[in-house]
């Protein structure tokens, strides 16, 4: 008797273990997260003189335009 309860007890634990992947789907869309965070990091730090760049070569442009409405 206690052997059956217990076989039917272990059957429902591990059918509720293996049913319930809610876990596992958090941690790989957290992995996935942090992945696209170290990528965008690496590409900062690559493109970062570009762009430095190409925004000193807009102010330098901007230099002597009188702002319309400006005080």
Same mark, same amino acid.
């Given at each position: 008797? =206690?052997? *059956? @309860? =217990? !076989? %039917?007890l272990s @059957? *429902?634990? %591990?059918? *509720?273990l293996v049913r319930d992947e809610e876990? @596992?789907? !958090? #941690?790989?869309?957290?992995?996935? #997260?942090?992945l696209i965070a170290v990528a965008i990091i690496a590409a900062m730090l690559v493109f970062a003189p570009a762009i430095q760049g190409i925004f000193e070569d807009i102010a330098g442009g901007l230099n002597? #335009?009188?702002v319309v409405g400006g005080d």
């Open positions: 008797m =206690f052997n *059956r @309860a =217990f !076989a %039917q @059957a *429902r634990i %591990q059918s *509720r876990g @596992a789907t !958090a #941690v790989e869309y957290g992995l996935i #997260v942090g002597g #335009v009188d």
